[in-house]
């Protein structure tokens, strides 16, 4: 029995009957615009493709990973700061005479 490509319906019922949560159009349009090959080889079962991606979604759920972490900007510096770093920029000889100055403590 040769390999007969699945309809997006079928593998939507398939997809609801294992309730796998497996998104059932983007299961069939990644392997459709991959001519239904897995690696370089011709798919032989979609069901086994399905229960794979399944799997996959699974360890993705339960893996320890971090989260991404969300950018926060740090926040504008107050009047006082600006007038700090300036009094701090004016004491070190500027920008380059302060981390001159850094460096020179270690």
Request: hydrophobic share 25%.
């Amino acid at each position: 029995m040769s390999f007969q490509k699945p309809t997006v319906e079928e593998v939507q019922a398939y997809c609801e009957e294992r309730n796998n949560g497996v998104d059932p159009e983007v299961f069939w349009h990644f392997y459709n615009g991959k001519g239904w090959k897995v690696g370089k080889s011709p798919m032989v079962s979609w069901q086994s493709c399905v229960f794979t991606w399944e799997k996959n979604n699974r360890n993705k759920k339960t893996s320890n990973s971090l989260p991404i972490p969300t950018y926060i900007p740090p926040p504008e510096p107050t009047e006082e700061d600006r007038a700090e770093i300036d009094r701090l920029l004016e004491q070190n000889g500027g920008f380059f005479g302060a981390m001159r100055n850094k460096t020179e403590e270690k």
